[in-house]
DNA sequence: CCAGGCTAAACAAG
DNA sequence: CTTGTTTAGCCTGG
């Protein structure tokens, strides 16, 4: 009933963050390369509607107007971009059952054969197949059959077999609109409470700025229930000298140039800003903020854990808030992201610019003992780099093309996969302890997995089956290895802390799922 | 600071 | 499947 119609768009925004992963540090190896690159380069190369979308270098993007200084960017960017032919949608009426033809069809079942011949060796694949040797087969041509019948697929394998499973549970995975809409209510006022009180009651917070909504549920990857919130709360500081603490490059001394801050009290004679007696003080604070609520509950602290953990319930269902403390460094990036974010074949080396423009923030985050001494500091009073504005811009604005998954563009399934892998992930650590493994890492190797398969095409989303055995198997390729780079900072390994016989027992029970049509999902 | 506009995603209906 | 509506989140402009 409204004229609210918008029309196009050229606005798109960043901002920021959230946080996650818990790694050790250490070095790495060497670049880590993967196999997917022979199997999925070249038919990508070959797919047909590649050539309408990719007309061009108009891998412009959209770029998301940030600080004032970046609109240009994305206007810049609006600009250059040619305006690509119109898409498909329109032009075949059939759209996917009749999408991926000959040449693209056949490569795909080349491949689906090729993953089977290549792997087939491995000792799960026997184990399985002892008893059940045709049944995935089976199964396979079973569905396959009834999703020809329905849709007459021109390609079969792939699409007929895990797709259906898949969509079912990307269906169940969905969040309801009732369950969000009462969740973000009791979220966003109690952070709205803290967020008040810190800047009304307190000397040190006072200079709180906007909470950043981070983490999977405002990046819209949150699956199952809307149950976990994560929100950062900034603190500016002025001038700040950053040291890195050990090798890895994602862990720092913060030392406070001399300045009336209110966060000085916090500084030893060093002039380092304390991460443990600052957490300590907000924890207090937030502790003191909540105490009239008597809806919510204050978690127990967790060693090393740079949130402050709430939970609540909302129709009998218990949700949690983590608030985290961080501080919001202006200055250039630490040399260490130097090699990361390595974003330019898929986003374009504007949009990186624009990123490295804006400040990056850090966590009272550590590891290991908080005792443990390094150039006369302690590691509880160490800080964590955090990007999460970044990522979180990264996966709203995830296309090569600006349209990808607007009205009028192409449609990707980069965000699917991660749910999926996601799902995945969970379900196994419900099965086995596999407690270190944490969606950070789903996360991560998507972004990896984005910058190898750069267009948007690669991902389109009545490929998801195809594009989520690669995925999968390129996060067994990480684990296999023990090696997953920090996609920000390339010397953290975030499997480090991580046995190889962990690493390797959650890689076969992912390839033994994939192999299998998950029965897992079932 | 707020109101209003816009988007993505859920959802409803045909 | 397509189309239209609703909503939380986020942005902008006044």
Not at 47 to 73: H, I, Y
């Amino acid at each position: 009933m409204k004229e609210q119609k918008p029309k196009k768009r050229q606005q798109k925004n960043p901002t920021h963050n959230e946080e996650k992963p818990s790694v050790q540090s250490f070095q790495t190896e060497k670049p880590t390369k993967y196999f997917p690159q022979e199997e999925i380069g070249k038919p990508q190369q070959t797919s047909r509607d590649n050539t309408r979308v990719s007309v061009r270098g108009t891998k412009a993007k959209s770029c998301a107007g940030r600080s004032k200084s970046l609109e240009q960017f994305a206007e810049e960017t609006v600009k250059t971009q040619p305006e690509i032919p119109k898409d498909k949608t329109k032009a075949s009426p059939k759209t996917k059952t009749a999408k991926p033809h000959s040449g693209k069809a056949k490569l795909l079942e080349q491949m689906v054969e090729e993953l089977k011949i290549t792997e087939a060796e491995t000792i799960i694949e026997a184990k399985i197949c002892a008893g059940t040797m045709k049944s995935p087969e089976e199964i396979r041509k079973k569905q396959q059959k009834s999703f020809e019948s329905i849709t007459k697929a021109c390609e079969p394998q792939l699409q007929g077999g895990t797709d259906s499973i898949l969509y079912t549970t990307l269906d169940k995975l969905r969040i309801r609109r009732n369950e969000r809409s009462d969740a973000s209510k009791v979220i966003n006022d109690i952070i709205k409470s803290i967020v008040e009180h810190l800047k009304k009651n307190t000397v040190s917070f006072q200079e709180v700025q906007e909470p950043l909504r981070t983490g999977s549920y405002y990046e819209n990857l949150k699956i199952s229930s809307p149950d976990e919130f994560d929100v950062m709360l900034p603190m500016p500081v002025a001038r700040v000298d950053i040291q890195p603490f050990r090798d890895d490059g994602a862990f720092y001394s913060v030392a406070l140039k001399r300045s009336k801050s209110p966060l000085s009290k916090f500084k030893d004679e060093a002039g380092i800003l304390s991460a443990s007696k600052m957490l300590k003080e907000f924890r207090e604070e937030v502790t003191k903020c909540v105490k009239p609520f008597k809806e919510w509950v204050l978690t127990r602290k967790k060693k090393g854990c740079p949130a402050v953990t709430l939970t609540t319930e909302v129709n009998s269902v218990t949700i949690s808030l983590d608030v985290v403390l961080c501080i919001v460094v202006q200055s250039s990036w630490p040399p260490f992201t130097k090699d990361g974010l390595r974003i330019e074949g898929w986003l374009g080396t504007k949009v990186r610019q624009k990123y490295k423009y804006l400040p990056y923030y850090l966590v009272p985050k550590y590891e290991g003992r908080g005792t443990m001494e390094c150039d006369g500091v302690l590691a509880k009073d160490i800080w964590r780099v955090s990007f999460s504005h970044v990522e979180k811009d990264i996966l709203k604005n995830h296309g090569s093309e600006k349209t990808c998954c607007e009205e009028g563009g192409v449609r990707c399934c980069r965000k699917d996969c991660l749910k999926l892998l996601k799902h995945l992930l969970s379900l196994l650590k419900e099965r086995e302890s596999f407690d270190k493994f944490c969606s950070y890492h789903a996360k991560t190797t998507l972004l990896h997995a984005c910058c190898s398969r750069t267009k948007d095409t690669d991902w389109h989303t009545s490929n998801l089956g195809h594009c989520f055995q690669i995925f999968l198997k390129e996060f067994e390729g990480y684990l296999q290895k023990g090696v997953l780079h920090n996609f920000f900072i390339p010397t953290q390994n975030l499997l480090s802390g991580i046995s190889d016989e962990s690493c390797k027992s959650l890689a076969q029970c992912i390839r033994n799922e994939r192999y299998n049509g998950f029965p897992i999902f079932k």
